[in-house]
């Protein structure tokens, strides 16, 4: 089983992960989805959000973009990062479990990442 976070806004991935409105957890098992549940954002303090998703078992984190800050904790925990992801939830998820969806290394250095992230 893997179970594939998504920072998400509804049903679309947030352009950056710190600022999203809730996370799309999805379950998996042999590349199929057996379970999807959507759980609020829980706020946005350094360090916490790697650590909450590590608690509810997250094995991957798809995002738009992610400062650094949270992938180094999220490697620490062998929590794999995807970033640069667009579009539905659920087909970003889908997407990688069929090895579709690879991570762009989008990395937002600052919090005021106008020029990093794209287009905000």
Known sequence: ???????????????HFG?????????????????RESIPYPGHRPGFLPNFLYDLGAHVII????????IDIFNEKNIEVIVGAKGNVQSAALDYLT????????????HQHHDECGEH
């Open 1 to 15: 089983m893997i179970k594939i976070a998504v920072a998400s806004e509804n049903e679309v991935v947030a352009e």
């Open 19 to 35: 600022h999203c409105q809730n996370f799309t957890i999805f379950e998996t098992e042999s590349d199929q989805i057996t379970k």
């Open 63 to 70: 995002s738009g973009g992610m400062g650094g800050g949270a």
């Open 99 to 110: 090895g579709k969806l690879k991570s762009t290394g989008s990395v937002c250095r600052e």
